[in-house]
């Protein structure tokens, strides 16, 4: 079965139309997870279910493109903080909460929905290698400013994946009921921390 939106929208009341059915189809997923179906999206973004198949072949199919807007939304804001990051060299407490407040802010918004797409959105090799190639610049990064404060224990590496992996596992799969919570992010990044 393809997933891929069918067409591209050209014109501006298209790419309206597209923007209307993504944004229903965020709200009616995050309120009915994987139940969702294409007729109350439609009915939520108030065009037929024709319109909605001009433009997507199923719900997989917007569920990726949500998915896909979120990624991209992701590697901007965290390229930012961390471009940011590197040229200003806080204290590791201050950049620690920077990358923890960067990635609460990307997920407070439908914590449902989040972890929605992160279990079904990626089907293809080439996105499970997009999303390891995010997770291995993350960790990179990370790594970097552990090192640069003289933390991270023996191995600056795999206590920087850890850290990368653990707090996406909290917004993905733990924090999906509730807003994505900071604070509970950077107590959870300071305990897997070694002393130092």
């Given at each position: 079965m393809d997933d891929r939106p069918r067409k591209l929208p050209r014109q501006r009341r298209a790419r309206e139309t597209v923007e209307t059915l993504l944004e229903a189809a965020a709200q009616v997923f995050s309120r009915e997870g994987a139940a969702a179906t294409t007729n109350r999206i439609a009915e939520r973004?108030?065009?037929?279910?024709?319109?909605?198949?001009?433009?997507?072949?199923?719900?997989?199919?917007?569920?990726?493109?949500?998915?896909?807007?979120?990624?991209?939304?992701?590697?901007?804001?965290?390229?930012?903080?961390?471009?940011?990051?590197?040229?200003?060299?806080?204290?590791?407490?201050?950049?620690?909460?920077?990358?923890?407040?960067?990635?609460?802010?990307?997920?407070?918004?439908?914590?449902?929905l989040h972890a929605l797409m992160h279990r079904v959105a990626l089907r293809l090799p080439a996105e499970w290698e997009a999303m390891r190639a995010f997770e291995d610049y993350l960790v990179a990064e990370v790594e970097f400013h552990l090192r640069r404060c003289g933390r991270g224990g023996a191995d600056p590496q795999f206590t920087a994946r850890t850290l990368v992996h653990a707090v996406d596992t909290q917004v993905h799969r733990v924090m999906t009921r509730h807003t994505v919570d900071a604070d509970a992010l950077l107590v959870l990044a300071r305990q897997l921390l070694p002393e130092g």
């Open positions: 973004a108030g065009v037929s279910i024709g319109t909605l198949y001009q433009y997507f072949p199923n719900k997989t199919a917007m569920l990726r493109a949500l998915a896909e807007r979120h990624f991209l939304a992701a590697a901007t804001g965290l390229g930012e903080v961390f471009a940011r990051l590197r040229s200003e060299e806080p204290p590791f407490d201050e950049t620690l909460r920077a990358i923890v407040t960067a990635v609460a802010d990307l997920h407070r918004d439908r914590p449902a």
